[in-house]
């Protein structure tokens, strides 16, 4: 892990600009060793069942976006807690959204999965703090 600062890193994200340009950010900052995008949850959530059962590029960090069609991110962090061999104190998730509805903020706050709450676009001075 040279010079890296996680080994792992899943962004979820159904917004191909966003993912372009947080996949660019989180590289130059040298952030993780691996970035993998994902453009929707449910596929995330198999990506991750599938790295929890076979051991394999488990996440340190999840950026989770919160407004995506067919399943959101609240439904994501449910469904989360279902995964097989998850130990969820050693994965920290991020939201990363563009929402700052009060409401979604609270219910970010509330959960207790959610590391924090991050306004888009992603910026080296947050990635700096995390």
Do not use: C, W
Not at 57 to 80: A, H, Q
Request: charged content about 25%; overall charge negative; cysteine-free.
């Amino acid at each position: 892990m040279d010079g890296f600062k996680y080994k792992n890193v899943l962004l979820i994200d159904d917004n191909q600009i966003d993912n372009l340009i947080n996949r660019k950010i989180l590289g130059n900052a040298n952030f993780a060793e691996t970035i993998t995008v994902i453009d929707s949850p449910e596929k995330a959530f198999e990506y991750l069942r599938d790295s929890l059962l076979s051991g394999n590029n488990v996440p340190d960090v999840i950026f989770l976006d919160l407004r995506m069609p067919n399943m959101n991110g609240f439904e994501f962090l449910k469904s989360f807690t279902e995964l097989p061999n998850l130990k969820p104190e050693l994965i920290k998730i991020f939201v990363l959204s563009s929402s700052l509805n009060p409401q979604d903020i609270k219910k970010i706050n509330d959960n207790q999965l959610v590391s924090r709450f991050i306004g888009k676009p992603l910026t080296n001075q947050v990635l700096e703090e995390i």
